[in-house]
């Protein structure tokens, strides 16, 4: 049997227990104890599975499904097992969070909602698979909509079904593009097939359209500026392992996407789309990190980071697409591997920060930054955990955020030896833009994990908050363990996605990284570039060690326990520290002209002083409500024609019919 | 990995951690000296630490273990980045393990703990310095990568071993784009280790203090290494510095006795560094904090300026 029929009883198990989950739609215990973990399994096999076909040779297999001349075409090849393994990994974590998280009281049944969680990771793993335009577009359009009802699970709110609605609106953009783009790959053949679309090879300007629309189409479900207002209303509305999912692996089939029409469908690639690429990554790459610095809402804050990611993503794919139009197959090979290091490590440690937000809401009732602090005492594992996360999302050595960052630096700094000199000047030149974001990121998760697990709780109704449950804090430490691991095995996981680059542009660094020996990670030689995270990790374990040992016999390890000193001010309450609000004051002042701002000051005679400050987004005033508002107009001026009255009715057919006669006379 | 590597990396460590505590008291006593006030003894640093380790350590209540294993995290990253910054030889064992791109992660990690640090107790000063440190932070750390990234452009390596091994032993010449980084470095740098203009090591103003609001809260042996870390991290910023705009004396690969000349050089050059810095402290005034954030921008643009240079003249 092939791999790719393993992978299809994995997934048409995903099925089955979705329809298990309606025979029993409110049973919350078997849905909870029985189908999720259940789901969890399989979800482990999906990533054994894709681990094992990641080098092997491509797999096909035609489905008998869908129209009767039109078959589902299914292929797997490196890339796609690639994205498998990445599904298949995080989802485990997050089917037995979830087995914990999905309780009462939600608006969604539980069966119900289990069938929407499996249906939605069995399309993602056939959207990797399809092999065809028309299996690709109904795998993405059941992804869309099983998230949508996923997204408004809490339908009774009426801001959650505005935010799936928006959610809707903008996949269907997105949508739209792809499809043509998929019309422009086939060339007026009429076959669909992505071998037929490899076959053909375009004129320059029907490739840069075909590009075009995928860049556009798959950027409107990634959330690229200026289509990335969906995520930040989206994610806060649905249920966190939701959230997770979406964010962690949703928003890389979009990146497959990109990956496989601008890479395998679409043949020789022209240099302006690297650049193209590479300006829209960074500008989302700052835009999402700049706002994700001054949410005060802890899942808004991570979408707006999630954002930010994209665009990093973006950015390497971008350097990739540069170098490959120039031939240099082992840069490209550098700059894809860093990208997609970072699909790996995003997957882990955001799906895990949105897990933990989760349970922070679960305990404590509460999504507002300004209204939790001091949870580290009260949930000691989840607090922990997303440590992990944040360093792993600060891109902090040793974990794994670092991993993809410094592999993508390396790849600016080996840019000098393109042959335009233009570009040879200024893309080492936007690592500089690559350090400022990394560097605010770092900022907003201090800001993230210092308001929600340190200091003095904001409310006294925190002192009740309870720790998570035990199949959350395992969820939780699977993909904590994942950011570990992928921040200090980097050459085993480089090993993984060798045979992506192989297939995409004909090389890789697996080679040269694996000569170095397994404990340096180095892309070309030691002496021009070198990272150890293990000996790094040991180094520095070894130091504090020493100095504890050593402070504990050369002097006391005497302790004593007394009320904070804060300079002897003695009235101190937890309204005093610092707020979400406040920590994200200096970034509003420096970047002030990327909000759109509004600030209500007290005057000093307020005896109940009220400080307002609202941000909001200046693409929705720039780009989405003057749509809104044409839209809206010419619906009016369409409405004009509608006048209920079938006198009028049979008049505009007779005018349509005499003026067509007159047409066809002339 | 030669013996005499792994010597020389010890050799590097052991003098980072004993001559850090003396580059500030050398600081210290010019800048009284400067300021016609009367200097304390080039020692005091030691005495202090000696005092801080013996008193007893008193932790808030609710301080949780980040508050406590912060100190230590600090004090280990900087320990690594005096390991790897090529202060006496180019030939170090740990240089593979971190290059310019990890040492900035490495000091954004001591950073990231101790304003967690600073915000897990809870206090009004305490968040009020994670956010100023964190700020100072964001805006400094770029500057910094793209300082390092304009000497790795003109070595073609990241590794710092390889970089001041290129720079010290050829034929001398002048590097306009290093001489425009060399300025902003020294610019990060002054904001880094929390020296004036940027910030005050001898304040405790409210409005003002930034490295001293987030350690306010630790005593005792937290506090002692708390200060030894911030004098390794300036004695690693200015090893750094001299590596890599004043490189010549630092011993070559395979060659132990240069390591003998390499020790008295370095003392040198961080004598006449310390006086200038001290120079630099004392001929500035402090700047308010909102202002902070433009000496940054124009150390990042001087960076950014470098690394253009380079590009466009090829040196």
Redesign the interface.
């Known amino acids: 049997m092939l791999v790719l029929d393993w992978i299809l009883i994995v997934v048409a198990g995903w099925l089955a227990l979705g329809f298990a989950g309606i025979a029993a739609l409110r049973n919350t215990a078997f849905v909870a104890r029985v189908l999720f973990p259940a789901g969890a399994v399989l979800a482990a096999a999906l990533a054994g599975l894709a681990a094992a076909a990641l080098a092997g040779t491509p797999e096909t297999a035609v489905l008998a499904l869908g129209l009767p001349d039109l078959p589902f075409h299914l292929r797997l090849d490196g890339l796609s097992a690639f994205f498998l393994l990445v599904i298949g990994a995080t989802s485990v974590g997050i089917s037995v969070f979830a087995a914990g998280y999905f309780r009462h009281g939600e608006g969604t049944p539980p069966g119900l909602m289990c069938l929407e969680y499996h249906l939605f990771l069995a399309s993602m793993a056939m959207v990797v698979l399809a092999d065809d335009a028309y299996a690709f577009m109904v795998m993405w359009e059941t992804m869309a909509l099983s998230s949508f009802f996923l997204v408004t699970a809490n339908h009774r709110v009426p801001a959650i079904r505005e935010a799936g609605f928006l959610y809707l609106l903008i996949a269907h953009i997105g949508a739209i593009g792809i499809l043509l783009c998929f019309g422009v790959l086939q060339a007026n053949t009429g076959d669909y097939t992505f071998a037929n679309m490899r076959a053909q090879s375009l004129s320059p300007l029907w490739a840069s359209a075909a590009f075009l629309l995928a860049t556009l189409g798959f950027g409107a479900k990634a959330g690229i500026l200026p289509l990335h207002v969906w995520l930040p209303e989206a994610h806060p509305a649905a249920p966190s392992p939701v959230s997770a999912l979406m964010s962690a692996v949703m928003l890389k089939t979009a990146i497959y996407g990109l990956l496989r029409v601008s890479f395998d469908l679409l043949g020789a690639q022209q240099w302006w789309w690297g650049v193209l690429l590479l300006a829209v990554g960074l500008a989302t790459a700052l835009y999402g990190v700049v706002f994700s610095a001054v949410q005060t809402d802890m899942k808004r804050l991570l979408a707006y980071s999630s954002i930010e990611n994209i665009g990093l993503l973006f950015v390497g794919i971008g350097l990739g697409v540069l170098f490959n139009a120039y031939g240099m197959k082992a840069l490209s090979a550098l700059a894809l591997t860093a990208a997609l290091y970072h699909v790996l490590a995003h997957a882990f440690f955001k799906s895990l920060l949105f897990l933990a937000t989760g349970s922070v809401l679960h305990s404590t009732g509460e999504r507002s930054l300004g209204k939790l ?2 949870l ?2 009260r949930m000691p594992w989840v ?1 922990w955990l997303s ?1 992990v996360g944040v ?1 792993a999302s ?4 040793p974990f794994s955020g ?1 991993v993809s ?2 592999l993508l ?2 790849s600016f ?1 080996f840019t ?1 030896g393109l042959p335009d000199s233009f570009l ?2 200024m893309v ?2 936007l ?2 833009g690559i ?2 974001v ?3 990121a ?2 907003t ?3 993230f ?3 929600i697990f ?3 709780p904001r409310e006294p109704k925190l002192a009740d908050a309870h720790p998570a449950s035990p199949l959350e804090r395992a969820g939780l430490v699977w993909l904590g363990a994942g950011c570990v691991l992928l921040g200090l095995f980097p050459v085993a996981a480089i090993g993984l996605i060798d045979p992506v680059t192989q297939l995409l542009v004909g090389g890789g660094i697996a080679e040269t990284v694996r000569a170095n020996g397994w404990l ?1 990670l ?1 892309p070309s030689s ?7 995270p293990l ?2 990790l040991l ?6 060690l020493l ?2 040992v050593l ?1 504990r016999k ?3 390890g ?10 002897g ?1 003695p009235a ?1 309450t ?1 309204r ?3 707020s979400a609000e ?2 994200g ?2 970034i509003r ?2 970047f002030e002209p990327f909000f759109r701002m509004r600030r209500e000051l007290p005057s000093p005679f307020d005896a109940k002083p009220h400080y307002r400050v609202t941000i909001e987004d200046h693409f929705w005033h720039w780009l989405y409500l003057p749509v809104a508002r044409l839209t809206a107009g010419i619906a009016r001026g369409v409405g004009r024609l509608q006048q209920g009255r079938i006198a009028i009715y049979l008049l505009y057919s007779f005018v349509t019919l005499m003026v067509l006669l007159l047409v066809v006379k002339s | 990995m030669s013996i005499v590597g792994l010597f020389a990396q010890l050799l590097a460590v052991i003098l980072a951690l004993a001559l850090a505590p003396l580059l500030t008291g050398w600081v210290n006593q010019w800048r009284a000296w400067l300021q016609n006030r009367r200097a304390p003894g080039l020692l005091q640093p030691y005495c202090v630490l000696h005092k801080l ?2 008193k ?7 301080a ?1 273990p ?1 508050f406590r ?1 912060a100190p ?2 600090m ?3 900087m ?2 980045a005096c ?1 790897i910054a090529p202060t006496l030889s180019t030939d170090l064992p ?1 240089a ?4 310019a ?2 040492l900035v ?2 000091f ?2 001591a ?2 703990f101790i ?2 640090a600073a ?10 310095g ?3 440190e ?2 100072i ?3 400094a ?2 500057a910094l ?2 300082v390092l ?1 304009s000497a ?2 003109i070595t ?4 710092l071993a ?1 970089i001041v091994e290129t720079l010290a032993h050829q034929p001398f010449a002048i590097y306009p784009s290093l001489a425009v980084a060399g300025v902003a470095f020294t610019m990060v740098s002054l904001a880094e280790n929390a020296r004036v203009p940027v910030d005050n090591p001898a304040t ?1 103003l ?1 409005l003002t203090m930034i490295h001293e609001a987030l350690i ?2 630790y005593s ?2 937290h506090l002692a ?1 708390v200060e030894w870390a911030a004098s390794l991290k300036l004695f690693a910023y200015s090893c750094i510095g001299l590596a890599l705009f004043v490189p010549w004396g630092v011993a070559e690969a395979g060659t132990p006795l240069a390591i003998l000349f390499a020790i008295p050089m370095l003392v040198v050059k961080l004598a006449v560094g310390g006086v200038l810095l001290a120079l630099i402290e004392t001929i500035n005034a402090k700047m308010r904090l ?1 202002r902070v ?1 433009e000496f940054l921008a124009t150390a ?1 643009l001087l ?2 300026i470098a ?2 240079v380079h ?2 003249l090829g040196a």
């Not at chain 1, 600060?394 to 050595?397: A, D, R, V």
């Not at chain 1, 180094?539 to 504090?544: G, H, K, Q, R, T």
């Not at chain 1, 005497?558 to 300079?567: G, K, Q, V």
């Not at chain 2, 073609?156 to 590794?159: A, G, N, V, W």
């Open positions: 602090g001091g580290m005492r607090a440590l360093l600060s891109g902090l050595p670092f960052e410094w630096l390396q700094l000098t040879n000047m080492p030149v690592a500089a350090a400022l990394a560097a605010l770092g900022y998760m201090v800001k994990f210092g308001v340190l200091g003095q340096l180095s030691p002496e021009r570039a070198s990272y150890s000996v790094f180094v520095v374990s070894v130091a504090v100095a504890v402070v050369f002097y006391h005497r302790l004593r326990r007394a009320p904070a000193w804060d300079c001010y101190q937890a005093m520290q610092d406040g920590f004051q200096p002042q420096i | 380790f013996n007893e350590s008193v932790v808030a209540e609710h949780s980040i294993v230590y995290i004090f280990g990253c320990a690594l390991g740990l593979p393990a971190a290059d791109i990890a992660g490495l954004a990690l950073r990231v304003s967690l915000m897990d107790i809870g206090t009004s000063f305490g968040t009020l994670a956010r100023r964190m700020l932070g964001f805006l750390e770029p990568l793209m990234f790795s452009l073609q390596s990241t590794s390889m405790h409210e306010l809260e005792g042996r290494l909102f954030p990042f960076a950014v690394l253009l590009v466009l």
